[in-house]
């Protein structure tokens, strides 16, 4: 059986104690759910990988970290950077190219071919966000989150022929990526993405904070 993706992208969410809430939660729940298959992968902003870190070992949680962001550039005088050596410590996975980073921070291709150059270099799997069939896939990447910016938390996912589509397009030039579908996905939406069989998995942002909601979506 192929692996399937949960990735919970938490954006600029949450507070030490309301991430204790929700890992909570999760422990509590996760029992119920069958994990066969399933691969969960929780991004917590920066200031809160070491606690999720630690909470999730302390429990024998089965849940890997990313980071949301890694810096363009290697350890040195880059103030307010988080380099990939540092997110090393804890996470074993990157986001790189959310179209929110895009659009807020102006990222460029240049930004995003160095993040993913760093990113690997630490030996970080790299989870590349892309808006369309036409953004280029970055060379040595694992996994690739289709994420049109009309879906992004507007409740609005995009149709399944068209994600399905937009797949085979990436596939076809990346053969060995895994494709993932994000935007509006939510316990309400998830079941119609299920005929999509080239799907490896979910990018969640806004029904990843909660932890009912979460657990919802890893059941469905
Ligand atoms: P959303 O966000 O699930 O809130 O639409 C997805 C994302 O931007 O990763």
């Not at 080239?198 to 979506?217: H, N, Q, R, V």
């Amino acid at each position: 059986m192929d692996t399937r993706y949960y990735i919970a992208n938490w954006k600029s969410n949450k507070t030490k104690e309301e991430a204790r809430l929700f890992l909570q939660g999760i422990k509590e729940g996760i029992g119920k759910i069958d994990l066969e298959g399933k691969k969960i992968i929780l991004a917590p902003p920066f200031t809160l990988l070491d606690f999720c870190s630690q909470y999730i070992k302390e429990h024998s949680l089965p849940i890997s970290l990313a980071s949301q962001n890694v810096s363009s550039f290697p350890s040195g005088a880059y103030t307010g950077e988080v380099n990939a050596r540092q997110i090393k410590e804890f996470a074993g996975y990157t986001i790189v190219s959310h179209s929110e980073r895009l659009r807020y921070l102006h990222e460029s291709e240049s930004d995003i071919e160095n993040k993913v150059r760093e990113a690997l270099n630490e030996g970080l799997i790299v989870i590349q966000c892309i808006q369309d069939e036409m953004s280029k896939v970055h060379k040595d990447i694992t996994i690739v989150a289709y994420e049109p910016v009309s879906a992004i938390g507007t409740g609005d996912p995009d149709d399944p022929d068209h994600i399905s589509k937009v797949f085979d397009e990436v596939l076809r030039n990346n053969p060995s990526v895994k494709v993932l579908y994000g935007g509006s996905v939510n316990p309400q939406t998830i079941s119609q993405f299920k005929s999509i069989g080239t799907l490896s998995g979910f990018l969640i942002g806004g029904a990843s904070l909660d932890s009912t909601s979460f657990l919802s979506l890893l059941n469905g």
